[in-house]
């Protein structure tokens, strides 16, 4: 399965190293279907040729990067965009994620970071188009359940005489979703490995226990589920009605075949298209059933009771950003106030497990970007998660953290000193280019990945002059150049063009540099 991606960049270097990257891989998958350098069309070029991929440059020209975004999610939610940037400032980051962008990745790019990357889209997408047709497919099923449903009850209430007001009542329906953990073993030990007459035998036994209440489907897709659509009468406990089915389901099949069954149970609606919603909350419930002691049985409405703590997005990039400007004591500061906040919140310590293996994922693609790997960093040959699941206390977990932590710093550090060199020597380049912006050293610290007094102690020692001296005389060169180019120009605007907002400030820094005001400076120099 091959898919299209659009690049949007105006860097035609980066435009070619992206397809040099994909033309390195043998059959990545990804097809170059185009390349913009500018952002005006772009909306008129997806709607005709319609990309499953677009990589994205937040600086476009002309048109913001997220306000693209923004508007490709709008129209085409089913579009993967992947965002790159020059800038590294976790605002970007956040509106980039807060639209749905589905990575952030900062140029210039990293090789195996960007083949992950679009590897990982491409992986997403074939996800997606699987569940699309396993969706369409369980639509149908539905439908044609509910109808045989209502055939079924509609019977049963003739038949038992009731009045238009009971009639109304047994109108809402509700998906049970039932999957066997250990399917596997018990269909070979007691079945001759026969899937199909397990998932019959289990059907059937279903069928019993609803009676005229329901009926049940045999997933296509996964031989340890079974989907059920329940019809319930709305004079009685909604909830009550559809548990007691669900515990009789679940004690009747586990007696019966030796199977061990969790069971996610939807809301009830009263139409067709909700009762595919319910379907969806089913399996959300389901994946929810391990953090919740519900012996096995969840309602979709548990987990809002029941949420799992999730470390949200800027306090790691803040732990991220504290390790990659070498600022140790703030991100063990991190740690500390994270603990407390899993002591605070009752976090079980297997959760807390996951939650730090999540952190450390995050830490080694940070590692990554120095080529490195935190597997490398910690001792013995263990591996990283089978390490976090051997410590047993919140003490010695801590503890670990912090230690990776130590090392990880120290890496960056070393790995910093080594290449600062060509990085005072990427910002100087910068300033020649970038003179006219605003570059104070904290915007330059940042853009760069380094500390302030880092970069101020390294800068001098490699320059020989302070950061701000160095900038200035580049401003001070390009503004002499520009008094004689552009003759007619007012002092304050050949201020503006090199990057100072006042003039008066500009005035008194050129007649320091070249011992005479910026007009006496033109009018020397045209006058030769």
Same mark, same amino acid.
């Given at each position: 399965?091959?898919?299209?991606?659009?690049?949007?960049?105006?860097?035609?270097?980066?435009?070619?190293? /992206?397809?040099?990257?994909?033309?390195?891989?043998?059959?990545? =998958?990804?097809?170059?279907? =185009?390349?913009?350098?500018? !952002?005006?069309?772009?909306?008129?070029?997806?709607?005709?040729?319609?990309?499953?991929?677009?990589?994205?440059?937040?600086?476009?020209?002309? /048109?913001?990067?997220?306000?693209?975004?923004?508007?490709?999610?709008?129209?085409?939610?089913?579009?993967? +965009?992947?965002?790159?940037?020059?800038?590294?400032?976790?605002?970007?980051?956040?509106?980039?994620?807060?639209?749905?962008?589905?990575?952030?990745?900062?140029?210039?790019?990293?090789?195996?970071?960007?083949?992950?990357?679009?590897?990982?889209?491409?992986?997403?997408?074939?996800?997606?188009?699987?569940?699309?047709?396993?969706?369409?497919?369980?639509?149908?099923?539905?439908?044609?359940?509910?109808?045989?449903?209502?055939?079924?009850?509609?019977?049963?209430?003739?038949?038992?005489?009731?009045?238009?007001?009971?009639?109304? =009542?047994?109108?809402?329906?509700?998906?049970?979703?039932?999957?066997?953990?250990?399917?596997?073993?018990?269909?070979?030990?007691?079945?001759?490995?026969?899937?199909?007459?397990?998932?019959?035998?289990?059907?059937?036994?279903?069928?019993?226990?609803?009676?005229?209440?329901?009926?049940?489907?045999?997933?296509?897709?996964?031989?340890?589920?079974?989907?059920?659509? @329940?019809?319930? %009468?709305?004079?009685?406990?909604?909830?009550?009605?559809?548990?007691?089915?669900?515990?009789?389901?679940?004690?009747?099949?586990?007696?019966?075949?030796?199977?061990?069954? %969790? /069971?996610?149970?939807?809301?009830?609606?009263?139409?067709?298209?909700?009762?595919? &919603?319910?379907?969806?909350?089913?399996?959300?419930?389901?994946?929810?059933?391990?953090? /919740?002691?519900? #012996?096995?049985?969840?309602?979709?409405?548990?987990?809002?009771?029941?949420?799992?703590? +999730?470390?949200?997005?800027?306090?790691?990039?803040?732990?991220?950003?504290?390790?990659?400007?070498?600022?140790?004591?703030?991100?063990?500061?991190?740690?500390?106030?994270?603990?407390?906040?899993?002591?605070?919140? &009752?976090?079980?310590?297997?959760?807390?497990?996951?939650?730090?293996?999540?952190?450390?994922?995050?830490?080694?693609?940070?590692?990554?970007?120095?080529?490195?790997?935190?597997?490398?960093?910690?001792? #013995?040959?263990?591996?990283?998660?089978?390490?976090?699941?051997?410590?047993?206390? $919140? !003490?010695?977990?801590?503890?670990?953290?912090?230690?990776?932590?130590? @090392?990880?710093?120290?890496?960056?550090?070393?790995?910093?000193?080594?290449?600062?060199?060509?990085?005072?020597?990427?910002?100087?380049?910068?300033?020649?280019?970038?003179?006219?912006?605003?570059?104070?050293? !904290?915007?330059?610290?940042?853009?760069?990945?380094?500390?302030?007094?880092?970069?101020?102690?390294?800068?001098?020692?490699?320059?020989?002059?302070?950061?701000?001296?160095?900038?200035?005389?580049?401003?001070?060169?390009?503004?002499?150049?520009?008094?004689?180019?552009?003759?007619?120009?007012?002092?304050?605007?050949?201020?503006?063009?090199? !990057?100072?907002?006042?003039?008066?400030?500009?005035?008194?820094?050129?007649?320091?540099?070249?011992?005479?005001?910026?007009?006496?400076?033109?009018? @020397? @120099?045209?006058? $030769?």
């Amino acid at each position: 399965m091959h898919f299209k991606l659009l690049v949007v960049d105006p860097d035609i270097k980066s435009r070619d190293l /992206i397809k040099e990257i994909l033309e390195s891989q043998q059959d990545p =998958g990804i097809d170059v279907l =185009g390349e913009l350098e500018t !952002g005006e069309i772009v909306f008129e070029y997806i709607k005709i040729n319609m990309p499953d991929i677009v990589l994205l440059d937040i600086g476009m020209p002309g /048109i913001d990067g997220i306000e693209i975004l923004k508007r490709i999610k709008e129209y085409y939610k089913y579009i993967v +965009v992947i965002i790159i940037s020059e800038h590294t400032s976790f605002s970007y980051a956040r509106d980039a994620l807060k639209y749905d962008a589905f990575d952030f990745l900062v140029k210039p790019l990293d090789k195996n970071s960007f083949l992950e990357s679009i590897l990982r889209a491409k992986d997403h997408l074939i996800e997606e188009r699987k569940r699309e047709t396993e969706l369409i497919e369980l639509r149908s099923k539905l439908d044609k359940g509910l109808i045989q449903l209502k055939d079924q009850l509609l019977d049963s209430i003739k038949q038992q005489d009731q009045s238009e007001e009971n009639r109304r =009542g047994r109108e809402l329906c509700t998906v049970i979703l039932i999957k066997i953990i250990n399917f596997n073993i018990v269909m070979k030990n007691n079945f001759d490995n026969d899937a199909d007459l397990v998932k019959n035998r289990i059907r059937e036994k279903v069928i019993s226990i609803l009676s005229r209440s329901g009926v049940a489907f045999n997933e296509a897709s996964f031989h340890n589920e079974l989907l059920i659509l @329940k019809c319930l %009468n709305t004079d009685s406990s909604i909830y009550s009605q559809v548990y007691t089915s669900a515990r009789k389901i679940k004690i009747s099949i586990e007696e019966y075949t030796n199977f061990r069954l %969790n /069971i996610g149970i939807g809301n009830a609606y009263p139409e067709t298209i909700d009762t595919f &919603h319910s379907y969806r909350q089913a399996i959300r419930a389901l994946q929810h059933v391990q953090f /919740i002691d519900c #012996g096995g049985i969840i309602q979709i409405e548990e987990i809002k009771e029941h949420d799992t703590y +999730v470390l949200p997005f800027d306090k790691e990039n803040d732990l991220l950003s504290h390790l990659e400007k070498g600022y140790r004591e703030q991100a063990y500061l991190f740690i500390d106030n994270i603990f407390k906040e899993f002591k605070n919140e &009752h976090i079980q310590i297997e959760d807390i497990k996951e939650i730090i293996k999540e952190l450390s994922y995050s830490i080694d693609k940070l590692v990554r970007k120095y080529d490195g790997l935190v597997q490398s960093l910690v001792q #013995g040959n263990k591996l990283l998660f089978d390490i976090i699941e051997e410590i047993n206390t $919140l !003490g010695d977990l801590k503890q670990w953290l912090k230690d990776l932590i130590e @090392k990880v710093t120290e890496y960056i550090y070393c790995r910093k000193k080594a290449g600062i060199p060509a990085i005072i020597s990427q910002i100087t380049e910068y300033i020649e280019t970038h003179y006219f912006d605003c570059l104070n050293l !904290g915007f330059i610290a940042e853009k760069f990945n380094i500390s302030i007094a880092y970069l101020s102690r390294s800068f001098k020692n490699i320059t020989g002059e302070k950061y701000v001296d160095y900038l200035n005389k580049i401003r001070m060169e390009k503004a002499a150049e520009k008094l004689l180019d552009y003759s007619n120009l007012k002092i304050k605007d050949v201020a503006e063009m090199v !990057g100072f907002e006042n003039p008066y400030y500009f005035m008194k820094r050129f007649k320091q540099h070249y011992d005479c005001t910026p007009s006496e400076y033109r009018s @020397k @120099k045209l006058n $030769l």
